[in-house]
């Protein structure tokens, strides 16, 4: 989901400092009652003025935080409304902890936690929503489930077979599956919930208005229409059935226009087969999620929709007296509905910017804004068509803009709305009169306006804009805004280079550090790809006895020469040290054990490898999947790019470089748009999955298995090939990309590209010139370049650790007697299994024998509750920063009086205590949070010989100086 805006941004500093917000921002502060439609534009101080707005609403009379809904998109932005909030209301963030201030997937969450047991017996299956169903939340993960579910779904439906025929990548059904239920359609046990079947058969109407406009002959009728001039290639480097149409009668002969019978042939097609085909899926991946206890983040809104849909005490029980929604243009179709269901009242506040959405591949509708009272109409008249679920009135509309801009120069909001109006293509054609009377234009609050807006462009561009960066840097024709308000020259930190797509990002970082450029990347890393992942990939091989692949990956990784490589695959005459290698993982138990031991070996031990780990291990956890079923998973990993979260150390005076959806929120004194290219931005091709789900045509499929003449064959379809040239390319979210791009920027704008400049720049009133300067060498010696990193999973703060990030390795070091991590792992896969209750088998000739003994013995003498694999989140305030610390408890036992935490330890002795310490002591302070009438106690359970020991806890200011010890800001304390 998009980024918040930074809360330390110079943008937000502005604002904050003025005392008085703006005519406008006042106007929505003060317009607490009533149904509001804003139009915040970039870097108007959208956040500072809601929080206000929320301040004031709660301070009236009668009004409390539970009353008021505020949805943000990002839990960092939900903490950061809650920390503004409270410097302009009396209450305090211990009184706005529960509020309602969080994203539609949080707010859902805790819906169906409290009330959502039995919300999927509506859709008729019979499996509920527990306090223990989880989140699956990586999309990695739920990939490896949704195939192992999809697989054992084709094998119980052979009369799908033809479909699994012409589907090359099964798991592109899993992005259909979350379409739809964006759309907020879902299946039932014998249909479609609430009619949703209307969505998948189409519009024809619309459709049609859709053919007609394209199909308009051009050039006052002199020319023949667009429509008519893409079917020319009707046909080419395509097979259909035999009784496909010929050209001649889909474009017409004699005439500018496709003939209109041509409109209603291609819409109408047999699509029964098809909706059972993806009913049947969509309805037992639900069954299947259900019955492995997990939901992901949209069948999260499918099944809170429901329950408000059906369950009307509740929904009039929790309806909110005002509710607001920031960053609307967003939101999908499902969560404006849940929207509307949830606002008891008018007193409904939409904020966002039309101009600014660019998330459509994650479902977001721009419509919802831009057609926001259509819509509104619309849904109501749905919701409301069985049952009066919405009562408020939807009338009148209040529209307020917030027009003064705190970011950028005046020059480049007035560049900015260039970006909206040029053509992305040389066939699109931009209705620049319709988008012209859309925009609110934007005035600068800025003092100073010294911007320059350029363009350059190099045949070999990384090295153009490395060396255009150097001049950039300390040059005062650059300068930008101090904190003190005045101007001076820039620095590596103020520029950021932002991109359309990953891969230039990542090979401009390679560039930057041959010249000695400091430079860090932020985005997204195809995780499979890296040469730790395939040297992984290489010995699972070989584990496997796939020993051509597998070897040649490993000897050509420890340097052999190719013909070397040959000789030794021929003869199967592997190093000895290889060899033996390879025994000793095959001696493991566990994949991650595998994983950890191949790393060691090679030295990988950065953050690359820990996510690998982390991805690999949480596959394991969550899916069946055998070691074989893990190659093909990376595998499938590598084929599709699948991507990873990347966050660099900046340093304190490096270039950034980021993707444009990774700046989305984010401010820049000077941005470099670079790979302005054709191909590249927008990116060339489409592709869309064979099964596709799109308004108004409803559910397609652009290949069909067949036998025609007796051969089998996967034959094109000619209907969907039309419908494709009738429908508009998606480059109006392009122009929102380019648009967002450079509204990033504070006061200049440099444009780049190579040979062939994409239509953007060639429209865009900038001149460009021709870059021939070399970048200079080993520029930068104080400064080292930062690598990439990426980072495992944490929760949502500005600084995470874990509590083992606190502890010293060197306890671990020179024990002769541990058992290893595999071990550790079964004994407390075997401890969480046994608490939950499940069935365990124990085997005398198991090495963990003894320590599983005596866990259960412990188990069988508690007498209260016992919660498993808590996550556990403490905050701490570290020279304000908030650091949080996370990790998962091994126990909870829950008495009457009392609250015991223990976590389970398999060393043979007692040597790293003190260490463990620590993190019991990370534990005993959440639970005294959580439990702050109960005594708190924390305790190790040592396996080995089933001998429980109580910790004396570290104090909050104990911990946060091991904190500041860790982080490198002060000395290690002594803990006593």
């Known amino acids: 989901m998009p980024n918040s805006e930074r809360e330390d941004s110079p943008a937000s500093r502005r604002v904050e400092d003025v005392n008085d917000p703006n005519p406008q921002q006042q106007d929505l502060i003060d317009s607490t009652d009533g149904l509001y439609l804003v139009d915040a534009g970039a870097g108007t101080g959208k956040t500072f003025t809601i929080t206000r707005r929320y301040a004031n609403i709660v301070d009236e009379d009668d009004v409390a935080p539970e009353d008021v809904l505020l949805v ?53 299956i019979d499996d509920r929503i527990t306090g223990s169903t989880r989140i699956v939340e990586d999309d990695l993960v739920e990939e490896a489930l949704f195939g192992e579910f999809i697989d054992r779904f084709s094998d119980d439906h052979p009369e799908y077979d033809d479909y699994f025929r012409i589907v090359s990548n099964p798991t592109e059904l899993l992005g259909l599956v979350s379409q739809l239920a964006s759309k907020g359609v879902f299946p039932t046990a014998d249909g479609w919930y609430r009619n949703g079947e209307r969505y998948l058969d189409g519009n024809f109407e619309a459709f049609k208005s859709l053919f007609d406009e394209v199909n308009e002959p051009q050039n006052g009728g002199s020319k023949q229409s667009q429509l008519r001039s893409k079917l020319n290639r009707y046909g080419k480097n395509k097979c259909y059935l035999p009784n496909a149409p010929e050209k001649a009668d889909i474009r017409g002969q004699g005439t500018k226009r496709v003939p209109d019978a041509v409109a209603r042939m291609v819409f109408d097609a047999d699509r029964e087969g098809l909706k059972a085909f993806v009913h049947d899926v969509f309805y037992e991946y639900l069954e299947f999620a259900l019955g492995r206890n997990y939901l992901n983040f949209g069948f999260l809104q499918l099944f809170a929709f429901i329950l408000l849909c059906e369950d009307h005490a509740l929904r009039e029980s929790i309806a909110f007296d005002y509710a607001m929604v920031d960053e609307f243009q967003d939101s999908s179709e499902i969560q404006f509905k849940l929207t509307l269901l949830l606002a008891g009242t008018n007193n409904l506040c939409v904020v966002g910017d039309w101009k600014q959405s660019i998330y459509g591949f994650q479902y977001a509708e721009v419509e919802n804004i831009t057609a926001f009272e259509d819509r509104l109409n619309r849904f109501v008249d749905e919701l409301n068509a069985d049952h009066e679920r919405v009562t408020f009135d939807t009338r009148p509309i209040h529209t307020i803009e917030l027009i003064e801009n705190y970011r950028s120069t005046q020059e480049i909001l007035d560049f900015s709305e260039h970006g909206l109006l040029v053509p992305a293509a040389n066939r699109d054609n931009v209705d620049v009169e319709a988008i012209q009377d859309r925009i609110v234009s934007l005035s600068t609050n800025t003092e100073h ?528």
């Open 449 to 976: 306006e010294n911007t320059q807006i350029e363009a350059i462009a190099s045949p070999e561009e990384h090295e153009s804009v490395v060396a255009k960066i150097q001049d950039i840097v300390g040059n005062d024709a650059y300068q930008v805004e101090a904190d003190d308000g005045s101007l001076r020259t820039p620095e590596y930190r103020d520029v950021a280079v932002l991109t359309r797509t990953r891969e230039f990002g990542r090979d401009l970082l390679q560039t930057a550090e041959e010249y000695g450029l400091p430079m860090a990347y932020e985005g997204g890393i195809e995780l499979f790809r890296t040469p730790q992942a395939k040297l992984l990939l290489a010995w699972l091989r070989i584990l496997e006895s796939d020993t051509d692949r597998g070897w040649a990956v490993v000897l050509e990784q420890a340097g052999y020469a190719l013909d070397e490589i040959k000789h030794v695959l021929e003869t199967e005459a592997y190093p000895e040290n290889m060899s033996s290698f390879r025994e000793k993982l095959a001696e493991l138990e566990t994949l991650g054990g595998v994983a950890e031991r191949v790393f060691s070996r090679y030295g990988y031990d950065g953050a690359t490898a820990d996510v690998v780990l982390h991805t690999i291990q949480s596959v394991h956890t969550a899916t069946t999947l055998t070691r074989g079923d893990l190659i093909r998973f990376i595998q499938r990993g590598i084929e599709a790019g699948s991507t990873h979260d990347v966050h660099a150390n900046a340093g304190a005076n490096s270039v950034t470089v980021q993707t444009i959806h990774a700046a989305k929120g984010l401010e820049h004194p000077i941005v470099v748009l670079a790979n302005m290219n054709s191909g590249r931005f927008p990116p060339s091709g489409g592709g869309s999955g064979t099964i596709t789900f799109q308004d108004p045509v409803g559910l397609r499929q652009r290949k069909r298995y067949a036998e025609a003449d007796g051969l089998p064959h996967v034959y094109d379809d000619w209907r969907t090939d039309v419908l494709r040239r009738c429908l508009p390319r998606e480059y109006d979210e392009e122009r929102r990309l380019l648009y967002v791009a450079i509204t990033r920027a504070e006061s200049h704008v440099i444009f780049s590209a190579g040979e062939d400049p994409n239509t953007f720049l060639e429209e865009l009133p900038v001149e460009i010139e021709a870059w021939d300067t070399e970048p200079d060498a080993d520029t930068v010696d104080d400064t080292e370049q930062t690598e990439l990193l990426i980072t495992v999973p944490t929760p949502e703060g500005p600084v995470g650790h874990s509590p083992h990030s606190l502890m010293r390795e060197d306890v671990f070091e020179d024990v002769d007697d541990g058992m290893g991590k595999a071990f550790g792992t079964d004994v407390h896969d075997f401890a969480e299994a046994y608490a939950r209750g499940d069935d365990v088998e124990l085997n005398r000739d198991d090495p963990g024998w003894d320590d599983k003994q005596h866990v259960m013995s412990f188990l069988d003498g508690l007498s209260g509750d016992l919660l498993v694999e808590e996550d556990a989140y403490l905050p701490l305030d570290v020279d304000g920063t908030r650091v949080m610390i996370s990790g998962i408890i091994d126990l909870v036992h829950v008495r009457a009086d009392r609250i015991e935490v223990v976590d389970y330890k398999t060393d043979r002795g007692r040597h790293a205590e003190a260490e463990y310490r620590k993190q019991l002591s990370v534990y005993y302070h959440v639970l005294r949070e959580l439990y702050p009438e109960r005594e708190i106690s924390a305790s190790i359970l040592y396996t080995v010989d089933g001998v429980r020991e109580e910790i004396d806890p570290l104090s909050r200011d104990a911990l946060t100086d091991i904190v500041k010890a860790v982080s490198g800001l002060e000395s290690a304390p002594t803990v006593q």
């Open 72 to 124: 943000t998109f990002t839990n960092n932005a939900a903490t950061e409304m809650k920390d503004r909030i409270v410097g302009h209301c009396e209450y305090g963030m211990r009184d706005l902890a529960d509020a309602p201030i969080q994203t539609f997937h949080s707010l859902c969450h805790d819906l169906l936690q409290e009330h959502g047991y039995a919300a999927p017996t509506h859709l008729g």
